[in-house]
Each structure stands twice: as C-alpha cells, then as structure tokens.
C-alpha cells in the first residue's frame, strides 16, 4: 500500500547548514528506500511565503496568495512509500531525518485505477528543447 508521509515544521526551526545536512541524510534515506522497493518519490517544497491557493466557486477561480489555511507548523516535504501497512510506513517514516525537528504525518493514498502513469523530472528535462 503507498502512504503519503507529510514533512511538517515550524518556520525557522532549522537553518540553511541544517537545511542542507537534512536533505543530504534524506537523500541517502531515499536510496536505501529505492534499494528495498519501497521508495516512490520524494521532495522538498519552497517556504509556504511563496504558495498559491485556488478555490473554484460559481465556475471561477478564486487565486490567492498563501497557503490554504494558516498554521504554526508548515508543510515543507513529502515522501511517498510502498508500506507492508501503517506499522511500516510508521517505522520509515520514524527514521526520516526531518522527523528529529519536525512532525511527519503519515496518510494512506488511495489508488485510484486508470490514472496515467507519471512523468519524472528527469524524464521531462529530457525533453524540453532548448
């Protein structure tokens, strides 16, 4: 089963070194991840100062700037795993390094059929002429 594990923290917890050590452990995480099968994706996001939200109401869209909702801790990652079940997706997400400062959420993803396969970044930067 795929859970979406969910990086949240309060703004300014860490600074850009910590920033940096922590992407560089997540990276290594996510390897030895892959090696297991168990690694699906993973990213961090830019500060929620640069988030859009958009709402449709009556057919239009209503485009602000910000995050949906305000709150102390901030989502700033995600990882998405293929767990046995909670016990493991709650075992992984337990050994991400951003779960030192941070809270991780984990949520199961409900796998809808047909959807299209997705398209890495890598495999779209192929293709984008210059």
Not at 89 to 103: D, E, H, M, R, V
């Amino acid at each position: 089963m795929q859970y979406l594990l969910l990086i949240y923290a309060e703004p300014g917890a860490i600074d850009d070194s910590q920033r940096q050590a922590c992407y560089a452990a997540s990276t290594e995480y996510a390897h030895k991840l892959a090696a297991e099968g168990k690694f699906l994706g993973a990213a961090p996001l830019h500060p929620v100062s640069t988030a859009t939200s958009v709402r449709v109401r009556d057919g239009k869209p209503l485009v602000t700037d910000g995050p949906f909702a305000e709150t102390r801790e901030h989502l700033g990652g995600f990882f998405l795993v293929d767990a046995r079940d909670l016990n493991e997706a709650i075992s992984i997400a337990a050994a991400l390094p951003a779960g030192k400062w941070g809270t991780v959420e984990i949520r199961p993803v409900i796998e809808v059929p047909n959807l299209p396969e997705p398209r890495r970044a890598a495999d779209l930067a192929g293709s984008v002429k210059s």
